[in-house]
C-alpha cells in the first residue's frame, strides 16, 4: 500500500488545516488507518487513528481539536486539525495497518506560527 498525504503549510495559531491521506488500492480491508506526527526533537506519537468500523483514537493533546474520518469510495483519510497551536508544528504521517504489516506515508509538514 502506498500513501500519499497532503494538506499541510504554514498557519497562525488559531488556525485550520485539513489534511489527506489517499492510498494507492481500496481501504475497506486495512484494519486500522491512522495519523502520527513526529515533532522536532521529540519521538514520533499518535494523533488519531480510525478502525474499519470507525472507531477512533485521539492522542490527549489533540482531543477536542482534531478530527479523523475516512472516505472508503476515494481511498482517503482526513485529518481536521482546527484550533491550531504552535506545539502542533510538527511533520504528519499517515499509516495504514494490515495487521501483518505497516505502511507509512512520506508525511507532510505543518508549521503553526504564533
Known amino acids: 500500500v502506498q500513501l500519499q498525504a497532503s494538506g499541510g503549510g504554514l498557519v497562525q495559531a488559531g488556525g485550520s488545516l485539513r489534511l489527506s491521506c489517499a492510498a494507492s488500492r481500496s481501504i475497506l480491508s486495512i484494519n486500522v488507518m491512522g495519523w502520527y506526527r513526529r515533532a522536532p526533537g521529540k519521538q514520533r506519537e499518535l494523533v488519531a487513528s480510525i478502525t474499519g468500523g470507525g472507531r477512533t483514537v485521539y492522542g490527549d493533546s489533540v482531543k477536542g481539536r482534531f478530527t479523523i474520518s475516512r472516505d472508503n469510495a476515494k481511498n482517503t483519510v482526513y485529518l481536521q486539525v482546527n484550533n491550531l497551536k504552535p506545539e502542533d508544528t510538527a511533520l504528519y504521517y499517515c499509516?495504514?495497518?494490515?495487521?501483518?504489516?505497516?505502511?507509512w506515508g512520506q508525511g507532510t509538514l505543518v508549521t503553526v506560527s504564533s
Open positions: 499509516n495504514a495497518d494490515i495487521i501483518i504489516a505497516n505502511y
